[in-house]
């Protein structure tokens, strides 16, 4: 059981590229989540799915698509990469709603 | 809305010594409240949750915490600290209409000094 896992572990992105985070779980959670952490501002919800094919928005999502095709499977795209997207960011899954999240290693991404 | 605030930035102790980590939350319907430890270079881990019935909450490695409804609260207690506990730790809220989408604190940094 792998847990949560994330690709890749740093990334570095030049202003107006775009990416790709990868997250997947082996734990047949429904519900799964991005965060970004950044210095004093603790973790903030990026986006968040209860299932296969349904996602919502969360406290900062501009410049950030998610989609969820399969329960395993949860990708997070920067479409055109900006300095203040400079953050380390955190996939979590959960079984239940109010249940444990289950975070991942984390993706440090750096964008000049 | 949900909010959680907590109101170290930074908390030193001595091995040994008792802690407690400050975490005041507001919410305008019934609420969830969670501790979460980072150690250095990891993801997050569950300490401990309340989600009902008796308020005093004990969770892993010793740690406790006492959910005041009247002083919207949730502290974050341990009696007696380790080297190990050195991480940084993270208050966090669940309203009722957020599906349980969690809004997290800013952290605390507990570092533990022998």
């Known amino acids: 059981n792998a847990g949560v896992t994330q690709t890749p572990k740093f990334q570095v992105l030049k202003t107006g590229q775009s990416m790709t985070l990868q997250c997947a779980q082996d734990?047949?959670?429904?519900?799964m989540s991005w965060y970004r952490q950044d210095p004093g501002m603790g973790l903030r919800l990026i986006h968040y799915?209860?299932?296969?094919?349904?996602?919502d928005q969360g406290e900062v999502p501009n410049g950030y698509n998610v989609s969820r095709s399969t329960t395993e499977d949860f990708p997070l795209r920067l479409l055109s990469a900006a300095p203040s997207q400079t953050s380390v960011y955190f996939c979590?899954?959960?079984?239940?709603?109010?249940?444990?999240?289950?975070f991942g290693p984390g993706t440090r991404l750096t964008v000049l | 809305a949900q909010s959680v605030t907590q109101l170290d930035s930074q908390v030193p102790v001595f091995e040994e010594a008792p802690v407690e980590l400050r975490c005041n939350y507001s919410?305008?319907?019934?609420?969830?409240l969670f501790w979460y430890v980072q150690y250095p270079n990891q993801g997050l881990q569950l300490l401990l949750k309340?989600?009902?019935?008796?308020?005093l909450v004990k969770g892993i490695n010793g740690f406790e915490a006492e959910f005041n409804k009247s002083q919207t609260s949730f502290h974050l207690r341990k009696p007696s600290v380790h080297i190990s506990d050195t991480a940084e730790y993270f208050c966090?809220?669940?309203?009722?209409?957020?599906?349980?989408?969690?809004?997290f604190g800013q952290g605390t940094i507990l570092t533990v000094h022998p």
């Open positions: 979590a899954s959960q079984a239940l709603i109010l249940d444990t999240q289950y």
């Open positions: 734990m047949n959670h429904e519900y």
């Open positions: 799915s209860v299932g296969a094919g349904i996602t």
């Open positions: 919410s305008s319907v019934s609420v969830y």
């Open positions: 309340y989600l009902s019935g008796s308020t």
């Open positions: 966090a809220v669940a309203g009722g209409t957020s599906y349980g989408k969690l809004t």
